[in-house]
């Protein structure tokens, strides 16, 4: 059976995050890094939204891809240059994006909604945005939020947390406090939400 476009588009965003040369290493098994990201957001998105549409779900699946061409240290240090940083990625992610979808026949309509999906446009009024946004902070939560405040004086991850947190809608605030976490990290985010 001929693969749709969607299971196409996913595919070849697969292929390219596959190709990171940053290796995870989860449960003595090592993944390019942004591939499993991805896979990641994916299981997320449906945890959180089993009825999530096809754009929402290839912005999501996307959201990082080839994630590793823009370094940071490409940037001045500091808060206007990770900025920066984030807003040439959204919009490299976008355009790789886009190309992927045109050249697998998606229409316009849906190309312009992915865009402005992984774009992040209008957070708060835009449904689909709002989902991507809770999928991004329940995976860094659920996945590397440890790791991160390992690396991270308490004070930093704690403002870290609230930044994260206000991004969130109800319903994500309430997805976050169901997952499990260690007990210090648990400590750090009841200091952050309270």
């Not at 991160?148 to 319903?171: E, G, N, R, Y």
Request: charged share 30%; with cysteine.
């Amino acid at each position: 059976m001929k693969p749709t476009k969607f299971e196409t588009a996913i595919a070849i965003i697969d292929k390219r995050n596959s190709e990171d040369p940053n290796i995870y290493q989860v449960a003595g098994f090592k993944y390019p890094k942004e591939l499993l990201y991805s896979q990641r957001m994916t299981r997320k998105l449906l945890q959180f939204n089993p009825n999530a549409s096809k754009p929402l779900q290839v912005a999501a699946r996307a959201q990082h891809i080839c994630r590793w061409k823009i370094a940071r240290n490409e940037f001045p240090l500091g808060r206007v240059g990770y900025l920066k940083w984030r807003e040439t990625l959204k919009k490299m992610h976008a355009n790789s994006t886009i190309e992927i979808l045109e050249q697998v026949g998606f229409d316009e309509q849906c190309i312009e909604r992915v865009k402005k999906i992984i774009l992040k446009k209008h957070i708060k009024k835009n449904k689909e945005t709002q989902v991507l946004e809770d999928v991004i902070c329940l995976v860094f939560l659920d996945y590397y939020f440890d790791e991160f405040a390992a690396k991270h004086s308490d004070k930093k991850v704690i403002d870290i947390l609230q930044k994260t947190w206000v991004k969130m809608s109800k319903k994500g605030q309430e997805a976050a406090l169901q997952l499990s976490f260690s007990e210090k990290s648990l400590v750090l985010i009841q200091k952050a939400i309270s």
